[in-house]
Nanobody, 115 residues
Framework: QVQLVESGGGLVQAGGSLRLSCAAS????????MGWYRQAPGKQREFVAR???????NYADSVKGRFTIARDNAKNTVYLQMNSLKPEDTAVYYC?????????WGQGTQVTVSS
């Protein structure tokens, strides 16, 4: 079993920054690769960023150059630094990982960017 808990969402003006955190716990977690996804109202959940166990990263085109994913293995925590935020970044952001062949999601954290 793995538990994921996100934090750090909030309301920010366009051009501002936020840092999201996702803390992982549970016997099934062992430095697994982790990802961030987001879901805007009326839209499907979409990929944002991913970091592997080897710290390799990849990003959705829409966030490249603005968002940075990083991890602290000592804290079992992954971060998403979001800069130059745009109103279209408004969504619920979810942390995700796969362990033991099962996908796990956090509860989500709301990010709202005002214009």
């Amino acid at each position: 079993q793995v538990q994921l808990v996100e934090s750090g969402g909030g309301l920010v003006q366009a051009g501002g920054s936020l840092r999201l955190s996702c803390a992982a716990s549970g016997s099934g977690f062992n430095g697994n690769g982790m990802g961030w996804y987001r879901q805007a109202p009326g839209k499907q959940r979409e990929f944002v960023a991913r970091i592997t166990t080897a710290d390799s990263t990849n990003y959705a085109d829409s966030v490249k150059g603005r968002f940075t994913i990083a991890r602290d293995n000592a804290k079992n925590t992954v971060y998403l630094q979001m800069n130059s935020l745009k109103p279209e970044d408004t969504a619920v952001y979810y942390c995700q990982t796969v362990a033991g062949g099962r996908m796990y999601w956090g509860q989500g954290t709301q990010v709202t960017v005002s214009s």
